[in-house]
T-cell receptor, first 115, second 112 residues
Framework: DAGVTQSPTHLIKTRGQQVTLRCSPISGHKSVSWYQQVLGQGPQFIFQYYEKEERGRGNFPDRFSARQFPNYSSELNVNALLLGDSALYLC??????????????FGDGTRLSIL | KQEVTQIPAALSVPEGENLVLNCSFTDSAIYNLQWFRQDPGKGLTSLLLIQSSQREQTSGRLNASLDKSSGRSTLYIAASQPGDSATYLCAVVPSNTGKLIFGQGTTLQVKP
């Protein structure tokens, strides 16, 4: 079975632009979470979606938004990009919500660079 | 506010050595604790998940322990190999949320 797939793998944008990142979970997984990992730090939680509903939001500005589609894939949108948004964006999927003792499976991420 | 700390930030050992990575967390109200491995430029690979009611989990040469009362977990790697070189991340799921809270990781280098 295919793992969590994310696209694109790399992206270069300039300040003020908007970006959309995509994630396809493992088949049968209904929960998708998004994390931001700045170089040298651990990932920071952005959003969790389960059964197409937002189930958790981290401490990120309203410029960050996400949604989950009927096929359980997900998109993360970031508006008005800032230099500080440069990071590796990770998507994780699991069969259920993360408080169900189901392991999280991560994709290889999208490397976003802001110039 | 839950905080997760990993010490040391970096570790270099000769091949064959047994080693321990440390993780501490400030709030014992957790649902589970997970250890991940991250290779450079890659995503995270789940290694072990310890439920709050468990004391340890084992997978091959890896053994993870959990002491909720003291807010500590350790990852023991037996007979280390150069292929074990990576960053190891510890994360907890707080009882009242569905998110993972990560430490900053320990970067391990195993020299041949």
């Amino acid at each position: 079975d295919a793992g969590v797939t994310q696209s694109p793998t790399h992206l270069i944008k300039t300040r003020g632009q908007q970006v959309t990142l995509r994630c396809s979970p493992i088949s049968g997984h209904k929960s998708v979470s998004w994390y931001q990992q700045v170089l040298g730090q651990g990932p920071q939680f952005i959003f969790q979606y389960y059964e197409k509903e937002e189930r958790g939001r981290g401490n990120f500005p309203d410029r960050f938004s996400a949604r989950q589609f009927p096929n359980y894939s997900s998109e993360l949108n970031v508006n008005a990009l800032l230099l500080g948004d440069s990071a590796l964006y990770l998507c994780a999927s699991s069969r259920r919500q993360t408080n169900s003792n189901q392991p999280q499976h991560f994709g290889d991420g999208t490397r976003l660079s802001i110039l | 506010k839950q905080e997760v700390t990993q010490i040391p930030a970096a570790l270099s050992v000769p091949e064959g050595e047994n080693l321990v990575l440390n993780c501490s967390f400030t709030d014992s109200a957790i649902y589970n604790l997970q250890w991940f491995r991250q290779d450079p430029g890659k995503g995270l690979t789940s290694l072990l998940l310890i439920q709050s009611s468990q004391r340890e989990q084992t997978s091959g040469r890896l053994n993870a322990s959990l002491d909720k009362s003291s807010g500590r977990s350790t990852l023991y790697i037996a007979a280390s190999q150069p292929g074990d070189s990576a960053t190891y991340l510890c994360a907890v799921v707080p009882s009242n949320t569905g998110k993972l809270i990560f430490g900053q990781g320990t970067t391990l280098q195993v020299k041949p």
